[in-house]
C-alpha cells in the first residue's frame, strides 16, 4: 500500500447493494484505522497532513457514507443507523478488528459503533464531540448558517468560523487548512448534496435530545478525546464529559484552537494518535 | 551529569544566608527542568520512574523549598513567598532561563514564579493543580486526615487514597510507585515536618480564597497541564478552568487514575512532557 492522501484512488465496495466510497493508504500491518467524517464533509475535507501522517504507521481508510460524496444511497437521519452502516462497511472490506477515528459527527458515529459492535473495535480517537445527551449539536445548522454569512461577508470560507479560534495564530492556520484540502487535483468528491446535510441536521439534533449516555460506563477500549480549547460548534467542555464518562479515556485539549484542532495542531495531534495507537 | 534519580547526590546551595537542598542529574544542553514538590513532600517523594525519565533528556533539579527537608528556615505560608524562595533558588544557581515542572503545591508555586519573574521561564508543566481560587486546595489537610485514618485501617500508605482511584488498577500502580519511593537507599531527605505542613496548609488555603485568578492570561509560556481523571484532592475540573485560562495549555487527562497521575502514568506522562519540552 502506502501513496499519499492527495493520490490515493477513490474506490467502491458493495455495502448490501450499496456502493460506498472509500480510500485507502498507509503502511503497517496493525489493526487499520477507519476515518469517519465530519457534518457536511466528503473524502476530501480531511486534513492530508493528517491522514499522511496517520498512515506513516498505520494503514488508513476514509469513508463516505451512505448518501455522502460519491456514495450512493440516502443519508440516514440518525447516528445509530449511520453507524450501522460503517459496521456494514468494515464488514464488506472483510476486517475482523479496526480503529475509528470520528471527528465531530462522525465521533458520534464511532461512539454508537463501538456499542452496536464491541468485538470490532480496538481503540477510538473521538475528536471534537460529544456524548448523547449533551448540549450543542442541536444548533450545528444556525452555527453553519451563521459562518456561511460571516464568511461571505469577510470573503472567507466558513471553516475559518466554525473550525478555528478568532486569534491570528489560529485564522492563519486556517489558510493553511484549506490551503492543504485544495492540494488534491484529480478524481474529487462530489460535494454534500442538501437532502444529505438536512438529515445530518437531524442526526445530531436527536444525539443532543437522546438522554442516555448510552453505555459509555461499558465501552471498555482504550480512547483518546481529542479538541481544541475554543469550540463553537461542540462546546469544548463536551470532550472533559465524554472523556470522564469513558472507563479508560485519554484526553487532550490543544491551546488556541476551536473545533478543527486536530488539523490546526495536525503534528501534535498525529504524534498523540500514533502513541496513543501504538501496540 | 547523568546519573540516577536514586543515586543523585543532594546538594547545598546557598540562598540569601538559607542552604537549599537539591540534587541534580539528567543530560543535554537545554533549559534545566526545575521539579517543585507537592504539600508534604521532600526530595524523596518525586518518583524515579518520572525524573529519570525526563532526565533521559533534560537536565533535572530537584528542590526542597524553605523549611522542606534538609532545607534550612521555615517554610512561608503562601504560595507567592514559596514562589519567591524558589525564584531566589533558581538565581543561587546561576540559572537564566528555566522549564518548571510542578505538581500540586507546586504547580502553584510554578504559576505565581512565572507571574513573578517571567522572563526566567521558557515552559511550564502543572500537573494536579489549580488556578487561585478554585474550589479544593483548602481541604487539603481534612482530607489528608481522613486518608490517614482510612489508610491505618487498612494497613496502607495514605497516598493510596491520595494519589489513586479506588480501581483495581489505579491501587496496584499505587503499590508499585510505593516501591519505587523506597528505592533510594542512601542520602534520604528528611521528613517534612508538622510546623511546615501546617504552613503548607495555610498556603493552600489562602490560595483558594485568593480572588484573582492572577494574570493567567498574561502568561505567554507554552504550558502543559496535567491530571488524573479521578483527583479527590484538587478537583480534575480545576485543570480544564487552568488549561482555558492560559492563552497557551494544552491539557492532558489520564484516565482511571487521580492526582498522582503522573506517577500512575508515567511513561505516558514522560513521553508528553518530552515531547512538550523538546525544542
Known amino acids: 500500500m502506502s501513496t499519499s492522501h492527495n493520490e490515493a484512488p477513490t474506490r467502491t465496495v458493495d455495502v448490501d447493494g450499496t456502493a460506498f466510497a472509500y480510500r485507502e493508504l498507509g503502511t503497517g500491518s496493525g489493526v487499520p484505522v477507519i476515518l469517519l467524517h465530519h457534518f457536511t464533509a466528503v473524502l476530501d475535507d480531511w486534513d492530508p497532513a493528517v491522514v499522511d501522517g496517520l498512515a506513516a504507521e498505520r494503514r488508513v481508510i476514509l469513508v463516505d457514507l451512505r448518501g455522502v460524496g460519491a456514495t450512493g444511497g440516502s443519508t440516514p437521519d440518525s447516528v445509530e443507523a449511520m453507524a450501522a452502516d460503517a459496521v456494514a462497511f468494515v464488514r464488506a472490506l472483510g476486517l475482523a478488528t479496526v ?30 464531540t460529544s456524548p448523547a445527551g449533551d448540549a450543542g449539536p442541536a444548533n450545528a445548522f444556525p452555527v453553519l448558517q451563521e459562518a456561511i454569512e460571516k ?23 486556517a489558510d493553511a487548512f484549506l490551503g492543504r484540502l485544495e492540494q488534491r487535483t484529480a478524481d474529487r468528491d462530489p460535494a454534500a448534496t442538501n437532502e444529505t446535510i438536512g ?6 439534533a436527536k444525539w443532543e435530545r437522546s438522554s442516555t449516555p448510552a453505555g459509555l460506563a461499558n465501552v471498555s477500549q482504550p480512547v483518546l478525546v481529542v479538541n481544541g480549547d475554543n469550540d463553537v460548534m461542540i462546546p469544548t467542555i463536551s470532550s472533559f464529559t465524554l472523556a470522564r464518562a469513558l472507563p479508560n479515556a485519554r484526553l487532550s485539549i490543544y491551546p488556541d484552537s476551536g473545533h478543527g484542532a486536530l488539523f490546526q495542531h495536525h503534528e501534535l495531534f498525529v504524534r498523540q494518535a500514533l502513541d496513543f495507537l501504538r501496540d
Chains 1, 2 share one sequence.
Do not use: N, Y
Not at 477515528?101 to 473521538?126: H, N, T, W
Not at 438529515?199 to 445530531?204: H, K, M, N, R, W
Open 99 to 128: 480503529d475509528l477515528l470520528g471527528f465531530s459527527l462522525g465521533g458520534m458515529v464511532a461512539q454508537a459503533f463501538v456499542r452496536q459492535e464491541p468485538d470490532l473495535v480496538r481503540r477510538l480517537i473521538l475528536a471534537g
Open 151 to 173: 464568511a461571505t461577508g469577510a470573503g472567507k470560507h466558513p471553516k475559518h468560523f466554525l473550525f478555528f479560534s478568532p486569534t491570528e495564530t489560529s485564522q492563519a492556520a
Open 199 to 204: 438529515a445530518q441536521v437531524t442526526a445530531l
